[in-house]
């Protein structure tokens, strides 16, 4: 039963949704009209009417409160219901006669509240029938007032078809004109080119003129230069003639001196080999003289030797020697002289050749600069024939020189004589220049006469075509608006089909859950029936345990007795222990059913210990779904947050398209003083462009108005969620009586767990739709 109920609401929000989007489609065209309704204040007067008629119909029709009400009256009363039959399922032996009958009075009132609303909404449709037939009629005078306008919108295309015509021909007239200007033109072009050539060609030859009279003065200059240069080379020459021959008598003069030189040399050389031999001689005496000295002092030793055995004979030797020793002392004096005499002739001699040697270097010196200087003027001899070659070759071309110099005195004479020819045919060009231009200058004053009277007609067939595509957007902006209503008519009509069929569905509903509530009191009754007879059966077992328990106690004291008789030996008391024995074992007959009933409590209580223990884990899992829940809802804090940016920046965004569409006006205005005609038609492209633009921000903005509102509806769920588990989870601790809390915990848990999968499916819409402003952005 609940499939109807969430159709209807997914329809609900398509339509409200559908309902916005066309609420921005007529937004944007009513800034067209309000735009273009300047111009026809007349015409657009209807029109606006009309659209007044059609736009005032939509509150009656866009009213779902009621319907709303009625739904969420209904949804309570279900869920209820089913509350109250889980309890009563889930819960048999549990008695809540209290509760059940405020739940029964609630739902009552729900019931008379959910008919009231009902009631209402009869009402309402009938309302709603009533506009509509009303808006249907005015629907057909809107219809009429646009054919109306059709036949006024032909009017104006004739109209516009003959200013087309007469702009034809005023164009093809402006045409002609215009290649005749341009005949002209190209005239006056090709005589300019002529006289610009005739100009540049005086003022080359001009430069030709100058730059032969410089060359002139130049080759003159260097002439005379080069006749200095030859006089001076001249006698440069003969004084260089001079040296040369002052420089043959003293080369002449140096030979003489190096061969009295060589002469002297060669007798230096005779005489030093002489004194070498002379010295060789000397060297030899010495030689001889020295050994015999040596053998002199040998026999002088043996001598002493001899004096010492022999010292009478020397006595006779003394004398002997003495003069052995004068011949010794004169042969020393003379060895002496005669080495200070040969390192004396030793020194003579290397000082000899030491200046021998100087002298060859010398000459070596002289004959390396007579070589040098021969060379030299040599090379001077050669210069000097050089020269006097360049000399006659300069003569020649000064010649030449003088010959071209008279010739090109011959062509200037020539081009002055045409230079006078070609000023004389440049005045008559100017001359003819001037009267072109007085003849362009009429042209143009006709042409912009016929320009303006364009211009006049074609801001005139602007303005037209301006009316007809307002008349046009007007027809076509009402004809949607009809459209529209036609739509909103049938949905309408939808709507109230659904209705009637949600009430017939909703009274079955009605007429079915009070045959429920019929059918639950009676179970209620039954079940409290019930609950009495276990409440007797209870008492009954809780007597028979305690009639068990004092029959034990009578068997204990029949066995102390027992025991006591059988040391006494009393025969009669046992058989009084053997009767009650017997009575006793008749009552433990009884006691057999106490026995189950403990071991059922047993059960009982080991099943309410893993109760505990599941209700505890249950809430662990509830606490770890709050947590996941908090964490939502910190990413749906910072989705609103960023959501928060993403409008900041938007309206930046708007702020600078605005900017941009007055920039772009101002640039329109100033290009519109100086274009006409197709100007007007990308202005209303333009204009159309920037509707468009509008259209599309405040669809933008309403997509982040809706997922503010998705947000906090989601935010508001969640803290209604939360506070009911927390009161729920608080009522079943209060409540650990049995498996009925375990059911309750786990249909809770898993509800727990749908809404935290459609909380996270709301987010990642949610990051869906802030990925999508991004690309807006």
């Known amino acids: 039963m609940a499939s109807p109920a969430a159709t209807h609401l997914n329809f609900s929000t398509s339509s409200s949704i559908s309902q916005s989007q066309r609420s921005s489609l007529r937004f944007g065209r009513n800034r067209t009209n309000f735009f273009y309704s300047t111009n026809q204040k007349r015409r657009s007067h209807s029109l606006k009417v009309v659209q007044s008629v059609l736009n005032n119909c939509k509150s009656n029709l866009n009213d779902n409160g009621a319907n709303e009400e009625a739904k969420l009256l209904l949804e309570r009363l279900y869920a209820q219901t089913q509350r109250l039959e889980e309890h009563v399922s889930k819960d048999p032996h549990f008695p809540q006669d209290v509760w059940l009958g405020l739940s029964l009075e609630n739902l009552e009132s729900d019931l008379q509240a959910a008919l009231a609303v009902l009631k209402k909404k009869e009402e309402d449709l009938q309302d709603a029938e009533r506009t509509i037939l009303l808006e249907r009629s005015q629907l057909n005078n809107a219809r009429e007032k646009l054919e109306k306008q059709e036949e006024e919108i032909t009017v104006a295309y004739r109209k516009q078809q003959e200013l087309e015509d007469e702009l034809k021909e005023a164009n093809l007239n402006l045409v002609s004109q215009t290649r005749l200007i341009d005949e002209l033109k190209l005239q006056i072009m090709e005589k300019d080119e002529g006289i610009a050539a005739v100009e540049s060609a005086l003022a080359l030859k001009e430069d030709e003129l100058k730059r032969m009279r410089a060359d002139l003065a130049m080759k003159s200059e260097e002439a005379f230069k080069t006749n200095c240069e030859l006089k001076s080379k001249s006698q440069l020459l003969t004084e260089a003639n001079e040296v040369v021959k002052r420089q043959e008598v003293e080369l002449q003069m140096l030979k003489k001196t190096v061969v009295e030189k060589e002469k002297e040399f060669e007798l230096s050389v005779k005489l030093q080999k002489l004194e070498v031999e002379r010295l060789e001689v000397v060297e030899k005496n010495l030689e001889k003289r020295t050994m015999e000295w040596l053998l002199a002092q040998e026999e002088l030793k043996k001598t002493k030797k001899e004096a010492s055995k022999k010292t009478v004979e020397m006595n006779k030797t003394v004398n002997d020697f003495n003069r052995v020793k004068k011949l010794l002392a004169d042969v020393k004096s003379e060895l002496v002289s005669s080495q200070k005499s040969l390192v004396s002739s030793r020194k003579k001699i290397e000082e000899q050749e030491d200046i021998l040697e100087r002298q060859m270097a010398e000459l070596e010196e002289q004959k390396k600069g007579i070589n040098a200087y021969m060379s030299s003027l040599k090379d001077a001899q050669i210069e000097v024939e050089s020269e006097r070659v360049k000399l006659r070759f300069i003569e020649a071309h000064n010649k030449e020189l003088e010959g071209d110099l008279v010739k090109e005195k011959e062509l200037t004479d020539e081009l002055q004589q045409q230079l006078e020819r070609e000023k004389s045919f440049l005045q008559q060009a100017t001359e003819e220049k001037s009267l072109l231009q007085n003849e362009l200058e009429h042209k143009r004053i006709e042409f912009e006469k016929t320009h303006k009277l364009l211009q006049d007609k074609a801001s005139a067939l602007v303005e037209a075509k301006l009316e007809i595509q307002h008349l046009k957007s007007k027809q076509v902006s009402l004809q949607l608006l009809l459209e529209e209503k036609d739509l909103e008519i049938l949905d309408a009509q939808k709507k109230i089909q659904n209705l009637n069929q949600e009430i017939i569905e909703l009274q079955t ?6 045959a429920q509530l019929d059918q639950t009191t009676a179970m209620l009754k039954e079940k409290d029936e019930r609950v009495e007879t276990m409440q007797n059966e209870l008492n009954d077992t809780k007597l028979k345990i305690s009639e068990a328990e004092a029959a034990v106690e009578h068997i204990v004291d029949l066995t102390n007795k027992l025991v006591i008789s059988i040391k006494d030996g009393d025969e009669y008391d046992v058989l009084k222990l053997n009767e009650n024995l017997s009575l006793n074992l008749q009552q433990q007959l009884f006691k057999k059913p106490t026995d189950n009933i403990r071991l ?17 884990r249950k809430e662990m899992e509830i606490l770890a779904a709050e947590r996941a829940l908090t964490v939502k809802d910190e990413e749906l804090k910072t989705v609103q947050e960023r959501l928060d940016g993403k409008e900041k920046e938007f309206e930046k965004m708007k702020e600078e398209m605005d900017e941009e569409g007055k920039h772009l006006r101002e640039q329109y205005t100033l290009a519109q003083d100086n274009v006409g005609g197709d100007l007007a038609i990308e202005r209303l492209q333009f204009e159309a462009a920037q509707l468009e633009v509008e259209a599309a921000t405040s669809a933008l903005q309403k997509l982040t108005d809706m997922s503010r509102d998705l947000l906090n509806k989601a935010g508001r769920s ?25 059911d309750n915990n786990n249909s809770r848990f898993n509800e727990v767990k749908v809404e935290v999968s459609r909380l996270s499916s709301l987010t990642e819409q949610l990051l869906k739709e802030a990925g999508i402003f991004l690309d807006a952005d």
Request: hydrophobic content about 25%; proline content about 0%; glycine content about 6%.
């Open 718 to 742: 969640l803290e209604a969620d939360i506070g009911s588990r927390s009161i729920r989870i608080q009522q079943h601790d209060d409540d650990n009586n049995g498996v009925n809390g375990i």
């Open 509 to 514: 509903l009605m007429s079915s859950k009070e």
């Open 600 to 616: 059922q409590k047993k059960q009982l209580e080991t099943e309410l210990e893993l109760t505990k223990e599941s209700l505890r």
